[in-house]
Structure formats: C-alpha cells, structure tokens
C-alpha cells in the first residue's frame, strides 16, 4: 500500500479520498481536513502565505486546539474578567497572552504580522521560548474577544497568562543567578588578565607605579564578584554554621574570604601574591554549577500548575428553566447543573442526570477507547465528552476534584523521590570537617614555629582542599553525556539519571502512547458474505464519517455519503447508504438490524466491530494501536540485563494482555488507576526494588514523579514532560537502550575522576601542610586538577559505532487493510 499523503498544514495524513485542497505558493495543496484548509486559506488571503516557505515544522492541527466558542470569547470582554490580566494606560490596554500551537520561528512570525496587520494594533510580540504573546491595542475599537478570534482564524489557540506566584517567584531567584554568574564570568576574566601581569614570569620591564596600578584594578574588579556574586556562599555558610550542618558553602567562603583578604593586604603592601584570579574561578565554576541546578527546580515547580490547562475557562451554566448561560468556571458552585456539548471538556465531577455518550478518560485513566456513561453515572472534570449532550450536576469542585487529587499525588511522589546527593552531602561533610581540623591544627603548629608562614600556610591547605575537582568530578560527566543523549533524541532534564540508571533492576513502561503509537489504526478487514474487502471499508467509513468518536478516524474519507444517520452511545451507528440500510459497532446491536446470531469473532488481540445491513452480517473489522517498531529491542535490552518489566495501563481492553505477550514482558496490569499504579510502584520499592518508568499521560504523572527514574516520550503531555527525569524528544525507544550503555560509560568516568580528585587532594594536603607549596602553586594545581577532570569527562561525546547506529529489532504489525 502506497504512503498516505501528508497534510500540508499539519503533515498529518490524508485521509484516502480526501476531498480538501488550496492554492498555496502556486500549487494546489491536499488538506487532511476542512479545518487545515480554512486556516491556509485565511492565511493566504490575508496575504501572508510565505509563511509556507519560512516554517521549519508543519503546524498543529487545528482540530487538536481546544475547542473555543463564541460565547466563551465574549466573556473575554467583561471588565471583571479582564481585571486580573489586562491593565490599561490611557486608551491602550496591555496584555500577555499564552499561544498554542506553536512549532517553529515562521509560526511566531504568522502571528505578529497578522496582528500588526489589524487597525487598532499598537504592538504584537511573540516570545518564541515561552510562547507569550505580548499585545497592545485601543480595546475601544478592538475587543479582546475579536483579537483571540483573530489568532484562531490562522490556526492558533489564544488564553490568557497569568504567572503562577510560586512559579514566578523561582523565575526571579533564576534570573537573579544567571545575573551573578554573568558578573563573576566576565570580571574574572579581566581580573585574571591583571593579576598575571604581576606574576614575575609576565613581570618584563613592567614599572613599580603599573605594578602597584594593575593590583588596585584586579582587587576592584575582584570586589563585586565577591560582595554580589558570592552573596549565596556567605549566606549559605552562616545558615549552616547556625544549624550545626556543615557543606561545602563554608569551606568555600573561607577560602574565596582568606583569598580576598590576602589580596587586599598585598593590594596594599605589596607583599605576597595576589588571588583575586582565584577568587574568580572559585566563584564561576561553582555558581555555574548551582545555577544548572536551580533551572531543573525551576522545571520541577511549573508542573503541578500545568494541571489547571486540562479545565475548560468557562461551562455552560443550566437555570431553573433550563436555558443555558455561559458563566465562568470560578462562578460554579456545588449542585448546580452544566450542558456539556461533544466535544466539550467537563468543568468539574459531578453525575449525569440527563442523557448518554462516551466520555474521554485517557487523559486520566490511559484508557485510549472513551467508555459509555449514561444517566447515574459519575463523570470527572477535565475529561471529553465525545458524542452527545449531557447535563451533569456537579458534586465536586477546586480541591475536592479527582483531577486536584493527582495532584495531591504528584506533590507527595516528589517530596518522597529518593536523593543521591545526600549521600555526597554526608561524605562530603566528614571531609570538609577533617580538612578544616587539620588546617587549624596546622595553623597553629606554624604560628608556633613561624609567624610569618602561618596565614599563608593554612591559606594555601584551604585552597588545595578545596573540593573544586571533587565537585566538577560528577557533573561534569554527567553534563557531557547528557549533550551527547541529547543529539540522539534523549533529553535529560535532571542529573541524577545517568547515574541512576546503572542501578535500576526494575522498568515499568505505559502501553499507550509509549510502547504503542497512541492512535487507532485499521489493521484488517475480515469479510463474511460477497462484498470485497474494499466494498466493506467504503460502507463502513460512510458510516463513521457521521461520528466524532476517535474509532471514526481509523476509517478515512469514504467516497460515498450515508443518510439519516443515528448514534447510539456506546454501541454503534445505524443509516442507509446508497438505500442499503446498515449497522456497525457492537456485535449484538449490528444483529438486531437483521435477526442473525452473531457470527464466531475471529481469535484474533484488538477492538472488534461488526458490521452488517437487514439481511445478514458483513465483515469483521478490526482496530489496533499499532505497536512501535523498536518495542521489541527495548524490552530486549532490558531482559539482556536481568531487569523485570511490567506493562501498567488504564486501558481495561485485552491488548493489555496481547502487547505483554508479544513483547515478553513478564507481569501486565490494566483498567489501573493514577493511585492503583502508584501503589503498585511503592510496593516495588518496598521490595528494595529500584524502579525505571517509562509513560507519556497525565494519568502516569504521578508514578513519574514518584520512580526512582522516569522518562517521559517526546509526544507526551506537557505535564508528563515536566515530570519525568528526561523526556525522548525523538519517540525512538532505541535512544533508552543507547542510554543504558552510556550510563555504564559514565559510571566508570565519574568513578575516574573521583579518584583522581582524592588522590590530588591527598597528595596535596602534606605538600600545603610543610609549606613546600605556596597559594598560588596550590590554586595552580587545583586549576590543572580540574582540568585534568573535564577532560576525562569530555571523553563521553565519542560514541561507538554500536551506540551511534541504531538496531531496530522490533517487527512491525501489518498495515491496515
């Protein structure tokens, strides 16, 4: 079978027959649906069309966007709504604005001159990396409604940014970091540059005035490295000394403190050596360090906030008459009853007392086919209701919601995530504490033999000692091979990987999404009288194309349209195409239309529907998640190692059981909850297990969180992302088995640089101790140190061919029929 075609909008696939094209940059174009094809026809007519030449990705879907009704922009225009996050000044309002969607510059560059374009326009900028739109306009002449209305007609989803405080609040402390480091980086440059011309080995014809000159401009560009950059240091050491706890912060501020001092004092006198150079490097190695570490907790803490994006803005509010108001979600209150039209996402737990559809559970549950609900039964918020109206009434809002408690788990899974670094701490602790004993007793010994060389003596133990090596030797592996994971799609978002995955014995993979595709796929079509297989797919995606649920788009375009078509939630469709009246869906209800037992269900794994006219049954058709082409070679890895795997899904159907086998997994659970998943992982690690879980919904967030390791797939949700340890950027699962060998590599780095750190300092520590060596040779010898341990770690960016080649052993399943 020929490739599908892609999209020209999307790049996803056409569907066969598809019917949607425009002229775009001169040539007719193919659009998978109505929705792509109006939004390139809006942005060629309204002259902008060279968008198509600049993109570097295919844009979103426009049907993937939440859907926005006109009444909802419209709250948009109510003062009070606009309160919180439009401010006005004279007669133009100022605004920020989050835009979905986003996929390259081009998309970024579309959107800024469609706005500009508009007369009341004053200023539209995009910020690429965070995706706000920054706007201001005369609202007197152009609503807020009708400017979001604007960005969606060109195929975007427009809402309004209000910074979480607690998230804004790390993005202060972040920006303030980057400031010291940016100080410390450049003004140790120069003050290196000035303290060398004082070395006597640069000191050539160089006049007592210039010395004494260029030792007052180190010692000033030293100060605010040391008064501003340092500032985290210092309050660092005296938090610790007022807790009794001692860190590295207080061996550091009295080496960067004595340094500075002695500085000052051969500043003045002109007698020593001056170690304002020193100072510099101490200061920028490390705050590049906690820097990097600040930006993982910066991710960490947006997470939980993303939760709120799954709720929609507004809901449809029913009165004692039943007529139906747009209201806000903060303006609903308990028992008060909501119209949830299909495709509308639910506004808060509740139970449905009128109507019957499938509700959408997968952002929750996994499950990847919607389950039937009917009047009685209880729905959640941030689900989708899928077919028809339902009027719920609410029993639960804010806090007390399903979707708050999963993020009541999520926040308890982080607060319980093993830390590797307090190990380091306490080892890091006792050395820190011998090394300060020994220089005071040193101190003392020479203050008794000689006066003059005491201060100099314990300076030069502290800046030996310092732990500068032993502190580069892990992160600095592990930096290089997180580049090197980067550039084969593996993206690590926290540090601690690498290491962790050398003791992983354990792997829990998510079924949907991760070890299959995520979308529904015919994969065969099974006929019972004379129609072709062929014929049977025509009748039944005439049918389908009358449905929204995610089954109709396994189907395609038909060639032929169905009339008087009728959807019974939960088990079918019924309509005449071409006068032949027809059912398909569930085997009993297609058997009801003509009287027939229902034929044997071939024994095959997969979603099963029939599909039959008032005469007899007609084919079997049957639906899959096709699996990913390197699942195979992933478990495979992971058994090549020992490892136990579980397959842990929401989906209550048999490919639970089907995708376990085929793959060799050794236990497989489904209809498993957020809360039943993370139970079953805390009693994994109650066994002493150490756990690697692989997923991409918002429903295996909490597990995420709570694993030793977490990996979240490129196409997961934005929370799942945040979430993880590290995220597969390319969907390719052959990247995981490339990590598991690089964490071996990285292992025996670390472990290399770890010696040769202790070994510098144990060798160095007696030399400082009988005065053979001077601060500055001590700092000297710290420098190469370090850079002896940046250089092993760079080793890590040389892959081998095996590493660098992927081996994709996985099969792939038979294409749809």
Not at 268 to 292: P, S
Not at 321 to 340: A, F, H, I, K, Y
Not at 577 to 585: A, H, K, W
């Amino acid at each position: 079978m020929n490739a599908p075609i892609p999209c020209y909008h999307c790049a996803l696939p056409v569907p066969r027959g598809g019917r949607f094209n425009a002229v775009v940059l001169g040539e007719t174009r193919a659009f998978c649906c109505p929705g792509c094809q109006a939004v390139a026809q809006a942005i060629v007519e309204g002259g902008l069309e060279s968008y198509y030449s600049h993109r570097s990705e295919a844009s979103t879907n426009p049907q993937t966007l939440p859907t926005q009704w006109a009444d909802e922009q419209a709250l948009y225009d109510r003062p009070d709504v606009q309160a919180p996050f439009v401010h006005h000044a004279e007669d133009v309002a100022e605004t920020t604005l989050l835009i979905e969607g986003i996929s390259c510059a081009a998309c970024g560059w579309l959107i800024e001159r469609h706005l500009r374009a508009l007369p009341a326009m004053v200023e539209a900028r995009l910020n690429l990396s965070n995706h706000r739109l920054h706007l201001r306009w005369n609202d007197s002449d152009l609503p807020l409604s009708q400017v979001m209305n604007e960005v969606r007609s060109i195929g975007y989803a427009a809402h309004p940014y209000q910074a979480d405080q607690a998230t804004e609040r790390l993005a202060q402390e972040n920006r303030r970091s980057l400031r010291q480091l940016g100080v410390a980086g450049l003004l140790w440059f120069q003050a290196m540059m000035a303290t060398m011309a004082t070395w006597p080995e640069f000191n050539i014809d160089l006049s007592p005035e210039m010395h004494t000159i260029l030792r007052w401009v180190a010692m000033f560009l030293t100060t605010p490295i040391v008064f501003y950059s340092c500032v985290p240091f210092f309050k660092g050491a005296l938090r610790d000394l007022r807790t009794r706890h001692l860190t590295m912060d207080v061996s550091v501020s009295l080496a960067i403190g004595m340094a500075y001092v002695a500085g000052i004092w051969t500043a003045i006198t002109g007698v020593g050596e001056l170690y304002f150079d020193a100072v510099g490097m101490f200061a920028l190695f490390l705050l590049a360090g906690r820097y990097l570490e600040r930006r993982a907790r910066e991710r960490t803490a947006a997470a939980t906030a993303q939760l709120v994006n799954l709720l929609p803005t507004s809901c449809l509010r029913l009165d004692k008459d039943g007529q139906s108001e747009r209201v806000l979600l903060s303006e609903l209150r308990l028992n008060d009853r909501v119209l949830v039209h299909p495709g509308a996402v639910l506004p808060a737990d509740g139970r449905i007392v009128d109507g019957q559809s499938s509700i959408d559970e997968s952002v929750l549950t996994g499950e990847y086919l919607p389950q039937s609900r009917q009047t009685g039964d209880a729905v959640t918020a941030g689900t989708l209701n899928v077919e028809s109206p339902l009027t719920v009434e609410v029993l639960a809002l804010g806090h007390d919601t399903r979707l708050s408690a999963i993020v009541r788990l999520l926040d308890r899974a982080q607060s319980e995530k093993p830390r590797t670094a307090q190990i380091a701490d306490r080892a890091a602790q006792w050395f820190l504490l011998i090394s300060l004993v020994l220089a005071a007793g040193i101190g003392l010994l020479w203050w008794q033999l000689d006066p003059q060389r005491a201060f100099w003596i314990v300076l030069a133990m502290l800046v030996a000692t310092c732990p500068c090596a032993l502190s580069l030797a892990t992160p600095t592996a592990l930096t290089t091979a997180t580049g090197t994971l980067h550039s084969l799609g593996l993206l690590l978002t926290r540090g601690h990987v690498l290491e962790g995955l050398n003791r992983i014995d354990t792997v829990i993979f998510d079924k949907t999404g991760t070890l299959t595709e995520g979308r529904l796929t015919l994969r065969a079509i099974h006929p019972l009288g004379t129609l072709s297989s062929d014929d049977c797919l025509c009748l039944a995606a005439a049918l389908e194309g009358h449905s929204e649920h995610p089954i109709a788009r396994a189907f395609g375009m038909a060639p032929m349209a169905a009339e008087q078509v009728i959807n019974t939630p939960g088990l079918g469709l019924e309509g005449r195409v071409e006068g032949r009246r027809l059912r398909i869906g569930e085997p009993g209800f297609v058997c009801e239309l003509n009287g027939n037992a229902v034929p044997r269900m071939p024994d095959e794994p997969g979603q099963w529907l029939l599909l039959g006219d008032e005469q007899q049954a007609l084919a079997w058709l049957v639906l899959d998640d096709r699996l990913r082409d390197d699942a195979a070679s992933l478990i495979n890895a992971c058994k090549q190692r020992g490892w136990k795997t579980l397959l842990l899904s929401g989906d209550s159907s048999p490919m639970v059981a089907s995708v376990a086998a085929q793959l060799n997994i050794d236990e497989a659970h489904g209809s498993l909850r957020p809360d039943d998943k993370l139970r079953m992982l805390h009693q994994l690690r109650t066994e002493g297990r150490t756990v690697l879980m692989l997923g991409d919904g918002v429903n295996d967030v909490p597990v995420l969180a709570a694993a030793n390791i977490s990996v979240a797939m490129g196409s997961a949700t934005d929370l799942a992302k945040t979430s993880a340890d590290a995220v597969l950027l390319s969907n390719r699962l052959q990247a995981l088995v490339q990590a598991f060998d690089l964490a071996r590599r990285t292992r025996r780095i670390i472990l290399e640089n770890l010696i040769w750190a202790a070994v510098y300092n144990g060798v160095m520590l007696p030399f400082a101790a009988l005065g053979w060596i001077t601060p500055l040779w001590a700092a000297a010898g710290m420098s190469v140190s370090s850079l002896i341990v940046v250089l092993n770690a760079l080793r890590l960016t040389r892959m081998k061919a095996s590493d660098a080649a992927p081996s994709l052993t996985g099969r792939q399943r038979p294409l749809p029929v």
